[in-house]
């Protein structure tokens, strides 16, 4: 039997261009499979057996960080959804292994959705407008910067993308004739997003104010021209600017660029979305995700419920 090691090679080459994995998802996997195999010292496939998996288990659960913190159930259940797929990988090579099937998950508790309510919302896309005093986007005095932030904001409540889908647009992938444009999610499918008025009203300002030629949309200002090839702003920067204007908002529960998507898709909800178009523009591939949301359907039971049951006993 070949060594683990050469198989999870094989495994993550097989993973990027067969899969079209992306490379974090590639980098993950090699992590949890090598710490298992670690765990393991070295086991060769053929020996792996279910009491082994149970016992990994244990030892997950009772792992500890640099900080002392234990694994999340979500995070122990990555290791071994890397595990499983390693497993059917092999038995697709007809690799006499433990069966994939046999390894389950741990039940994970209901997600619990963080999301802006509509005062919150309004004081968090105003507040990079109210952030330098005497400034206003009438009189022309608002800096790049605040240009910048301001449509940051609006895409993301407009559009509902994950930070590292609005981190990686460009200019030429955004026509502010049209509402639309295309972005590639995870796995690298491609899915229609749309933006509001007011996003393509502030997208369009800050490109106008822009005299650089990065070609990515939101860049990094107090950085551009110091010697970097590039000055796009990452996922982690577009997380600070989310979390500074919170704050400026007032808005003492943590903020981050997905709670904007978390809001993108409350807001469709409570205004009627089914949940199928809803998995749609957030570019789910499986409902189950979307349904984390049912909590905001479920808030409108009462007023289904009255409008149309027993109709013709009331009065």
Known sequence: MAPASGLISDFLTYLEVERNRSERTVRNYDFYLKRFFGWAKDATPEKLTLDMVRQYRVWLNRYKDERGEPLKKSTQNYHLIALRSFLKYLAKRDIGTLAPEKIELAKMPERSVEFLDESELERLLEAPLKAQAGASPADGLLPPVRLRDKAILETLFSSGLRVSELAGLTREMINLKNEEFTVRGKGDKPRVVFLSNQARFWLKDYLAKRTDVDPHLFVSHDRAGKG??????????????????AKAAGITKRITPHTLRHTFATDLLRNGADIRSVQTLLGHSSITTTQIYTHITDERLREVYDKFHGRRRKG
Not at 233 to 242: A, E, N, W
């Open 228 to 245: 970097r090839d590039s000055s796009g702003l990452t996922p982690r920067s577009i997380q600070r600017i989310v979390e500074h204007y």
